[in-house]
């Protein structure tokens, strides 16, 4: 099983950063897409972006050129370093871990990112 812990969230000014982290423990090695969502209320949960093993990154349109995804594997961590932030960017942000194995995701808890204008 993995467990997922992420951190980083908070309130910022509209074109401030942030940089959320999330620590898989458990089964890591078992581990391949990592990625990270944003939900707001009322609307459903949509892939901000995600990594692969190899390196392969994929980000959504709305955030292209502003957000980076990275991972360290040696700690078992994901970073989402999140920059030019715009209040459309606001929402619960959630880590997601995918094992093709077995064919399971496992989320994080969700951290509030609010950006105010």
């Known amino acids: 099983q993995v467990q997922l812990v992420e951190s980083g969230g908070g309130l910022v000014q509209a074109g401030g950063s942030l940089r959320l982290s999330c620590a898989a423990s458990g089964r890591t090695a078992s581990i391949n897409v990592m990625g990270w969502y944003r939900q707001v209320p009322g609307k459903e949960r949509e892939l901000v972006a995600n990594?692969?093993?190899?390196?392969?990154?994929w980000y959504a349109d709305s955030v292209k050129g502003r957000f980076t995804i990275s991972r360290d594997n040696t700690k078992n961590t994901v970073y989402l370093q999140m920059n030019s932030l715009k209040p459309e960017d606001t929402g619960v942000y959630y880590c997601?871990?995918?094992?093709?194995?077995?064919?399971?995701?496992?989320w994080g808890q969700g951290t509030q990112v609010t950006v105010s204008s």
């Open positions: 990594i692969r093993p190899g390196g392969s990154i």
């Open positions: 997601s871990a995918f094992e093709a194995r077995v064919r399971t995701t496992t």
